[in-house]
C-alpha cells in the first residue's frame, strides 16, 4: 500500500489577470456600444450597415465566449519528489505508450523512432511501460526503422538514465552542442562519442532503407507479413519488438508494433479509430490502467513528465477532478516571430489555462494522460454506458473476444493488468490480431459511446468534450521544460491544410448529436465549459462574418456606399476606440508571453489569413458532407525533418509558400478587391462624394491589403513563393464579377 500521503502531491494555483479582465471587459462594452449605435441608425443606413451589425453581433458574440473561457485562469503545480515519498518505485502504476503513424513519406520514420526512443528513456520503472506504435501505413520501412531503433535503445535507454541526458531524443541532443558544466569526464566522453556514432549509423540505415529499400528483404521471416501489401487493403500484422521478460525495472519497456487490418469496403476512421485498435491491442496484452498518447512527431522532451503526470492523477483527493492530464502542444525549432501563427503560446496561456479553471483543458489529441477506465466509458460515480449486467453487456459494448472483455471487465472493476501473471507478451499477439481487424467493430460501442469517438476529424475534441459530459475534470500540466515537442507545419500549403482539417472537424462536431450546447442540456457538461468548447469550435463558423467584413470596405469604396460613421460624426470614435483598443489588447497578450511586436502582427494577419482560406473550405466541406456530396478526410500533415543540426533554419523558412490548390483563391480574390477599391479611390473614378467621405474605409481597405501582404508578395514571388498564375486567373474573373455587382448595385 501506498503510505499516506504527507504533503499535496500538487496545488491548484489561482492566477491574477485584472489587467487581462480589465481590458477585455472594456473590448466587450465597446463592442456593445458599436451595436447599440447601429441599431439606432439602422433606419438611415443601407444593407451595408446591417451587414456590419450582423457581423458585429457575431464578433460580439465570440468575445463573450472569449471572455467567460479566459477569465478565471489556473496554473497546476506539481511536486514530482514528493510522488516517491509516497510511492514506492514498484507502486507506481504501468502506463501505456501510444504513437501513431499514417504515412512514412509525411511523417519520415526517423522522426517516429525519435519520438519511440525518448518514450523509451522517460525516467520511470521500465517494467511499468509498454509502448505500442500503430503504422496506419502499413509500412515495412517504419517497421525496419523500429527494429533497428530497437537495438540502439538498448545503448541509449542506459546512457540516459546513468547521466540523466535531456532531452531523450537522440537527434535533439546530438543537434546541441556539449554543455560545459555537463559531467565531462573521460568515461563520459568516450560513450557520448560511441554513442553519437551509434544514433549516425541508425540514421544512415533509415535513411538508406528510404532510399532503396534494400536494406530488410521482404522474404525474410520479419518482413514476410509486409510482402504484398497494398496501401489500404491488407491483414493485420503485430510483431513484439522488445519484451521485458524478466520485468526489470531498469530494463527496456515492452515495444509493439500495431498495423490494424484495413479494407476498402471497410471506414478506418482515421486516427481514432488507429487509437481505438490501440486500446484494445494494449488492453489485451498489458492493459495499464493510464495510457499516454503521442502524435509520432511529438517526443518527450521532459523525462520527468510521467512523475509530473502522476501526482496529477494520483494526487487528487477525487478521481472525479482527474479523468485526463493534458499537457501543452509545443513545437521544436518554432519559426521566428511565429510567421505562420501555429505555435499557440499564447493560446495556451491564455485560453487554455482559463479552461482549465473551469472543467479543465479539451484533450489536444497528443501529450495526454488518459484513465483507461475514462475511455472505457465509465462515468465518476462508476456508472457505465451500458445498463444491466456487466457481463451480459461487456460484448455488446466492448467486443466479441473473451480475452479482450476479460481485461476491460479487470479495468471497469478498478483492477488492472491481466490476470494470468506472469505472461508471456508473444502468447497474447493472436488475441491482439482479433481485435485489429477491421469489422471487430461492427455492432459494439467503439466510436460512438467508448473509445474514441468517430465522424469528426478532429476527434481529440469530440472525445475530450465527451468526457467533460460525463462529470470527469481533466488538468493541465505544464512542467519545466515543456512535457513534449513537436514540429509545427511550416510553409502556407501545409499550415493551411492543417487549420482546414480543424475547421471541418470542429464544424462536424457541432452538427452532430454531441454539439456542446446539446450535451450540456443532454449530460453534466458545465454551461461555462460548454461555452469554452463553443469558443474553439467557432473557428468553424468564423469564416462567414469575416469574410463579409473583410470585403466590406472594398465594396463600400467600389459601390459608393459606406459602413463606418462619417469622420465629422463623433460616434466615429467608437470604431477607432475598437481598433485601437483591440490591437493594444492583443499586443498586452502577446508581450506577457514573452512574444514579439512582429509576432504578435504577425498572428493577427494569420488569423485573417486562415479564416477566409482554411476555415472557409473546412466550412464548404463540411456543408458538402451534410448535402451528402461528399465525405470528410483526414490529410495527414507532412512533418519536416530537420533531424541533423542546421537544416530545416534556411533563411526562407518563414516566407510564405503557395501551391496550385483552390484553397488560395479566396484570399487572392479578396486582395485584387481591395487592391481595384484603393485604385477607384485613389483616381476617384466613381467618386461622387469625394475622398474625404470615406476616409474610414480607405483605411480599413489599406489595413486589410496589409494583413494580406503575404499574398501582395505571391502576387510578384517567382516558385514556390509566387501564387500560380491559374490562381491569380480565377481569383481575377471573380474580383471583376465583384466589381460589376457593385457598379449594378451603384446603378
Ligand atoms: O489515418 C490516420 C491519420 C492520422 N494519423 C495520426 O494522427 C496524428 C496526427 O496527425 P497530424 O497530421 O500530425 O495532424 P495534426 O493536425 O498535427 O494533429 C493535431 O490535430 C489532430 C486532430 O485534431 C489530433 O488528432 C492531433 O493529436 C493533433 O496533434 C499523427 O500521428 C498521424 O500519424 C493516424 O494514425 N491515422
Ligand atoms: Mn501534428
Known amino acids: 500500500m501506498a503510505k499516506p500521503i504527507p504533503s499535496p502531491l500538487y496545488e ?6 485584472t489587467l487581462h479582465r480589465a481590458s477585455d471587459v472594456t473590448i466587450f462594452f ?13 433606419k438611415n443606413n443601407g444593407f451595408t450597415w446591417l451587414l456590419a451589425f450582423l457581423c458585429e453581433s457575431w464578433f460580439t458574440f465570440i468575445w463573450i465566449l472569449n471572455l467567460s473561457s479566459k477569465w478565471n485562469p489556473v496554473s497546476y503545480k506539481t511536486y514530482p519528489e514528493r510522488l516517491l515519498q509516497c510511492y514506492r518505485v514498484d507502486e507506481l502504476p504501468p502506463v501505456d505508450m501510444f504513437v501513431t503513424t499514417a504515412d512514412p513519406m509525411l511523417e519520415p520514420p526517423i522522426i517516429t523512432v525519435n519520438t519511440v526512443l525518448s518514450l523509451l528513456a522517460v525516467d520511470y520503472p521500465a517494467n ?8 496506419d501505413g502499413a509500412s515495412p520501412l517504419t517497421f525496419f526503422a523500429l527494429l533497428e531503433a530497437s537495438k540502439f535503445a538498448k545503448l541509449w535507454v542506459p546512457f540516459c538514465k546513468k547521466y540523466g541526458i535531456q532531452p531523450r531524443a537522440p537527434f535533439r541532443y546530438f543537434s546541441r552542442e556539449l554543455l560545459p558544466s555537463h559531467d565531462n569526464s573521460m568515461e563520459f566522453l568516450q560513450e557520448y562519442r560511441k554513442i553519437k556514432e551509434e544514433y549516425e549509423e541508425l540514421r544512415r540505415r533509415i535513411e538508406d532503407a528510404t532510399v532503396k529499400s534494400i536494406s530488410y528483404e521482404l522474404s525474410t521471416a520479419d518482413f514476410v507479413a509486409f510482402s504484398n ?13 522488445l519484451e521485458n521478460k524478466e520485468s526489470r525495472s531498469d530494463g527496456l519497456p515492452h515495444l509493439v508494433y500495431v498495423s490494424r487490418e484495413k479494407h476498402p469496403k471497410h471506414p478506418h476512421h482515421y486516427k481514432a479509430g488507429a487509437m481505438n485498435v490501440l486500446t484494445r491491442v494494449s488492453g489485451a496484452m498489458t492493459n495499464a490502467p493510464f495510457m499516454l498518447n503521442v502524435d509520432c512527431d511529438m517526443y518527450a522532451n521532459n523525462p520527468q513528465i510521467f512523475h509530473h503526470s502522476m501526482c496529477l492523477l ?3 483527493k477525487n478521481e472525479q477532478d482527474c479523468g485526463f492530464v493534458q499537457t501543452p502542444q509545443s513545437f521544436y525549432d518554432g519559426l521566428k516571430d511565429d510567421p505562420f501563427g501555429n505555435q499557440f503560446g499564447v493560446l495556451y496561456k491564455y485560453v487554455v489555462s482559463g479552461i482549465a479553471g473551469l472543467q479543465g483543458p479539451n484533450y489536444s489529441g497528443t501529450g495526454c494522460f488518459h484513465r483507461r477506465k475514462v475511455i472505457y466509458g465509465l462515468w465518476p460515480d462508476g456508472r457505465m454506458e451500458f445498463k444491466g449486467r456487466i457481463d451480459e453487456r461487456l460484448e455488446k459494448t466492448f467486443g466479441n473476444s473473451k480475452e479482450f472483455t476479460k481485461t476491460a471487465a479487470r479495468i471497469l472493476s478498478g483492477l488492472s493488468g491481466i490476470s494470468d501473471c506472469p505472461y508471456d507478451l508473444s502468447n497474447r499477439v493472436e488475441a491482439a490480431h482479433q481485435i485489429a481487424s477491421c469489422s471487430y467493430e461492427y455492432g459494439t460501442n467503439w466510436g460512438t ?8 476529424t478532429t476527434e481529440d475534441i469530440l472525445t475530450g468534450m465527451r468526457i467533460h459530459a460525463r462529470g470527469w475534470k481533466s488538468t493541465d500540466c505544464r512542467p519545466d521544460p515543456p512535457a513534449f515537442l513537436g514540429c509545427a507545419p511550416s510553409g502556407g500549403p501545409a499550415a493551411l491544410i492543417q487549420q482546414k482539417r480543424w475547421a471541418t472537424g470542429l464544424l462536424e462536431v457541432l452538427f452532430s448529436k454531441n ?3 446539446i450535451v450540456t442540456f443532454t449530460a453534466k457538461l458545465q454551461f461555462r465549459q460548454c461555452l469554452a468548447y463553443m469558443w474553439i469550435i467557432s473557428w468553424g463558423l468564423r469564416p462567414i462574418p469575416e469574410l463579409c467584413y473583410l470585403a466590406l470596405p472594398a465594396y463600400c469604396i467600389m459601390a459608393g456606399s459606406h459602413f463606418l460613421p462619417n469622420v465629422q460624426d463623433p460616434a466615429v470614435l467608437i470604431p477607432i476606440s475598437l481598433f485601437v483598443s483591440y490591437n493594444f489588447h492583443t499586443l498586452l497578450e502577446y508581450w506577457g508571453a514573452g512574444y514579439s511586436i512582429r509576432a504578435c502582427w504577425n498572428n493577427l494577419r494569420m488569423w485573417r489569413i486562415t479564416a477566409v482560406t482554411s476555415w472557409l473550405f473546412g466550412f464548404l466541406s463540411v456543408i458538402l458532407k451534410l448535402l451528402g456530396l461528399s465525405e470528410t478526410v483526414f490529410e495527414v500533415t507532412k512533418k519536416d525533418q530537420s533531424t541533423t543540426p542546421g537544416e530545416g533554419s534556411d533563411k526562407d523558412s518563414g516566407r510564405f509558400t503557395f501551391d496550385g490548390s483552390l484553397i488560395f483563391v479566396p484570399a487572392t480574390t479578396l486582395l485584387l478587391v481591395h487592391l481595384m477599391a484603393l485604385v477607384t479611390a485613389l483616381l476617384g473614378l466613381f467618386d461622387l462624394v469625394g475622398i474625404e467621405s470615406r476616409i474610414g474605409e480607405i483605411i480599413c481597405s489599406v489595413w486589410v491589403v496589409l494583413c494580406f501582404s503575404p499574398f501582395l508578395k505571391g502576387l510578384f514571388g517567382k516558385g514556390k513563393y509566387g501564387i500560380p498564375k491559374s490562381t491569380i486567373c480565377k481569383s481575377a474573373a471573380l474580383a471583376f464579377l465583384f466589381l460589376a455587382c457593385t457598379i449594378t448595385v451603384r446603378k
Not at 12 to 17: A, E, F
Not at 128 to 135: F, T
Open 128 to 135: 511499468k511501460l509498454s509502448c505500442y506504435v500503430s503504422d
Open 229 to 241: 501489401i497494398k496501401k489500404g487493403s491488407h491483414p493485420t500484422i503485430i510483431k513484439v519488438i
Open 449 to 456: 459511446k467508448i473509445g474514441w469517438l468517430y465522424g469528426t
Open 515 to 517: 454539439s456542446p450546447f
Open 12 to 17: 491548484k494555483i489561482p492566477q491574477k489577470n
Open 30 to 42: 465597446l463592442l456593445l456600444s458599436l451595436l447599440a449605435y447601429r441599431l439606432l441608425s439602422l
Open 314 to 316: 494520483l494526487g487528487s
